[in-house]
């Protein structure tokens, strides 16, 4: 079971108009009376020089040039959220620039795979295409540069992954985390690079006398770099912070076709949105296209002007994501049941051709949040091909990357970031990588680490009320760097429970004073806690606070993330 840690911190309790639960949390994360407005107000007028990223000049330059010279380009993208909102933002913000001949391409996530391809270089080549601009996609990616250069297409490398000590022969590189770069914006992701080439791109026409002017407004795209920022949980911090606060207010009253309609299709239309309801609700409907390889792509529905169009599109959208529930429920039972005997300690694999490749990465996030320990599932396909994906408990310092590198002598390849990684082996090298995984772990491990969840605060029911959700709602957005805030409950008994449709569970909790009741949600809990849910029982428990709307009504309720018995 997991250990709960308050936050030690020697700030003092900040003065203010909020009320006190506010103030601590506030305190909890080390916020000075000296940096609080700029934690409450921040400003797009503050933003960093866009100048700054190393390679941006020459970027620039051969925007400019190929806007002169009237030629044809293409942003070619991941097929991920984030390389998807990076290509509308280029895609929407060129366009309305006055650039005349703007394509996109993204691969195909299960029959091209992750990537910038030679292949793909060369049909674009055979296009008309002279000019490509990357986003967030082509750091590693040497073939691909090799083609270009000797097929004479330039190419603006725009990226935020970690680039290995050499680099592609790109045109130029635009990636505040290559080396040398002092821009200080290394958490920028994929979007946010594009972006800041959009700013840099549109003061360069405000500057050169010979290229046309226009009022069109930048916060138009904000939306976009709002839902690429937080789907790739990079840290929401400085820049990031201030432009996703805005972007949230944008994509709120979006008049873009598709994503108005996925907002109404989802009931959060017509109110403010949280970042919470962004990266869990909206953002994983259209994740699932590309995870399913549909027939719409998530840039269409960003790009989609015509509503009637955009209102299909969503009906089918929905549908899709139906089917990629289905499959990892499906997939996850079948996983579960493999599992029965597995007897390893410090991980899990199990593979089979029943396993839709694009849900194996969800499958591998449940079954390490189970067993808490890392967790590697494969996909077989009819040819002996094992594409796998695999995932760390939170909390955990692991690295996956390492641990495959462990096996590399039975991968064909394999790559990724410490939390999550891929991975791909023949089937007849099964049985060899997890003796493989089995050596690395047993020599990493020094003891059993005990999971530790940190919390802000402790609090009573008596003092969560409609003051406090405004300033908590005021004081975000929240996300990575700039957690949820975690409230603890002490005291409180459980009079009502009730499951619901999903296997998850609907609360309600008292004080010990039984004057302040609060519902609460517990997400697909697992059996050992469904078993200690006991009407009277008194609990500690630990929550996120959050609005609950239902039928016109917006009320108060906690999202329950753990609880004890007391």
Known sequence: MAQWKERKTQTPKLIGPFPDLIARVLASREITQEN???????????????????????????????????????????????GTSGLAILKEGFEKIGFKHVAYYQPKRLSEGYGFHAEAVEELKN?????IVTVDVGITSFKAFEKANELGVDVILTDHHLPADELPKALTIVNPNQKDCTSGLGYLCGAGVAFYLLRAVKRAFYDDPDLPKNEWDLKEVLEFF?????????PLVEDNRVLVKYGLKTLATTQKAGLRALLEALK????????????????????????????????QIYLEKDYKKAEQMISRVLENNETRQSLQSDAEGRAFKLLENWNEPDFVFVSSPFFHRGVIGLIAT?????????????????????VGSSR????????????LKSAETVLNRFGGHAAAAGFELHAKNHQFFPQLLREHFQKVKTQQLVAEIDFDTAADLSEVNQSVMKWYDFIGPFGVGFNIPLIKFDQVSLTSKKELKGGHYKLNFSDRTQNHRMDALMFSPSDKLVNILDIGQKYQVL????????????????????????
């Not at 959060?268 to 949105?273: F, I, K, Q, V, W």
């Open 226 to 234: 709002c839902i690429g920022t937080l789907t790739d949980m990079v």
């Open 127 to 131: 296009l008309g295409i002279s000019l």
């Open 392 to 403: 760390t408990p939170p909390g955990s310092e692991i690295s996956l990357v390492e641990a």
């Open 268 to 299: 959060l239309d017509g109110r403010e949105l949280t970042s919470q309801d962004v990266a869990i609700r909206f953002a994983p409907k259209l994740n699932a296209l590309s995870r399913m390889e549909s027939d719409i792509l998530p840039a």
């Open 366 to 386: 449940k079954l390490s949040q189970h067993y808490n320990r890392p967790a590697f599932v494969g996909s077989e396909n009819s040819e002996g091909m094992i």
């Open 543 to 566: 929550t996120e606070l959050q609005w609950n709307y239902f039928n016109g009504r917006k009320t108060i309720q906690l999202l329950v993330k753990d609880l004890k018995p007391l």
């Open 36 to 82: 609080l407005d700029s934690l409450l107000n921040p400003k797009l007028s503050e933003l960093k020089d866009p100048g700054l990223i190393k390679g941006m000049k020459v970027a620039v330059e051969r925007l400019v040039q190929a806007y002169k010279n009237n030629e044809k380009i293409c942003i070619y993208a991941d097929f991920d959220l984030d």
